[in-house]
């Protein structure tokens, strides 16, 4: 992939930095930021923009608001949240765009930083509106993209500015490039994807391409109950996608035993924290029982194949982690991953970023994606549009 310019490569005394960040994070019933892990990572983006002499207008979206203001999902929380982080003020300015937010903006001294409103209260946004994107533009020098988890979608904010002013990644949008382009284009091999989730069919394009370039895929989830249903197994009251079985067979069979799946299964007699559970060999579940997490047989099968591993991927967990009882699997993940010193391991985004995080073993994993749909696509091999917006570094 072309590297991409990024704010190391741009003098920023005196300019007005569009910085696209993603502050999409959960606010609880007291309205306060439930978690500020995304916050948190865009702050060297940040830091580094403000020591060098740029005001900072930044924009981000909120859930799923439908186009039009809606106080549930203001973005006001994470503007106090993050001025608590800085230990600086953060300018709050109510709407997207208008008169008196071009006022604010160039109202700013360097250093100082404005947060506009959900992006998403604009219905312009969802659609990359031409009218939308140049308000937002005129609000900045130069754009910066720092949000990964946001670079798959066409939108005003993410790829509709870029095509009116100069555009350069973030720290983080540029840590994310780099670690999972490595990881397709040069891993330090062993290569070991581990992939998880509840759908093969949310996945398949991704196996296809690691297929190229992995020594083993190790599979849990649900998506494992689709393979090993397809390799004959009777999954009972286990998820599995009939529609994705002749699939999981062509997958398993083009995969020359690079695809590996569990020996045993935890399983249950219900989808409840508080079901009876046993672990089983995957060619025994009881009649109306359903696996809902891999078993121990199956977390040694992968620590073995993890053992000398240099590169690891792992996407999606290994149970419904969500329940304590089933959530073994993937915190064994967690734990191996956090062990192995000697590899560069990459969780990619969604439920395995959060299954790390609530392990407190984040910090061990040489990096946590924040994107969850966007990695997913980059490990598909596509080109994301909030990338590709992105100006070329020179050569």
């Known amino acids: 992939m072309t590297r991409k310019r990024t704010i190391r490569e741009v003098s920023w005394e005196g300019k007005r930095a569009l910085v696209r960040v993603d502050f999409n994070v959960p606010i609880d019933d007291s309205g306060c930021v439930g978690d500020d892990t995304r916050i948190r990572a865009t702050l060297p983006t940040i830091e580094l923009l403000r020591t060098h002499g740029a005001s900072l207008v930044l924009m981000s979206h909120l859930g799923r608001p439908n186009g039009e203001p809606d106080p549930r999902y203001s973005l006001r929380p994470v503007a106090q949240r993050l001025s608590q982080l800085l230990d600086a003020e953060v300018r ?42 140049a308000a937002l533009a005129r609000l900045g020098d130069i754009f910066v993209n720092d949000a990964f988890g946001s670079a798959h979608r066409a939108h005003a904010s993410t790829t509709g500015v870029a095509a009116h002013l100069p555009s350069v990644a973030g720290l983080l949008m540029e840590k994310e490039l780099n670690y999972l382009g490595e990881a397709l284009e040069d891993p330090k091999r062993p290569f070991i994807a581990i992939l998880g989730g509840a759908k093969v069919s949310d996945k398949i394009a ?190």
């Open 92 to 133: 709050f300015s109510g709407a997207v765009t208008g008169p008196n937010v071009e006022a604010a903006a160039a109202g700013l001294n360097p250093g100082n930083l404005l947060l506009l409103e959900n992006t998403r209260f604009d219905s312009g946004e969802t659609r990359n509106d031409h009218a939308l994107s």
């Open 206 to 395: 991704v196996i296809e391409q690691l297929l190229q370039k992995v020594d083993a895929i190790l599979i849990g989830g649900g998506m494992a109950n689709t393979f090993l249903a397809a390799a004959g197994c009777q999954m009972e009251a286990s998820l599995v996608e009939s529609g994705a079985l002749d699939t999981a067979r062509s997958l398993q069979g083009s995969g020359d035993e690079l695809i590996q799946l569990p020996v045993d299964l935890t399983v249950a007699d219900g989808f409840s924290a508080t079901a009876n559970a046993r672990t089983v060999s995957v060619t025994e579940i009881p009649a109306g029982w359903m696996a809902l997490d891999i078993g121990e047989a199956t977390v040694a099968h992968f620590a073995n194949r993890l053992a000398g591993a240099r590169t690891v991927l792992w996407n999606g967990p290994m149970g419904v982690f969500e329940f304590l009882p089933f959530a073994r699997g993937t915190v064994a993940i967690a734990e191996m991953l956090a062990g192995l010193t000697q590899a560069t391991t990459i969780v990619g985004g969604g439920d395995s970023a959060a299954a790390v995080q609530q392990a407190g073993l984040a910090a061990k994993i040489s990096h946590v994606s924040t994107g969850g749909g966007a990695s997913l696509e980059f490990l598909e091999g596509k080109l994301l549009p909030g990338v590709a917006a992105l100006d070329d570094a020179e050569v």
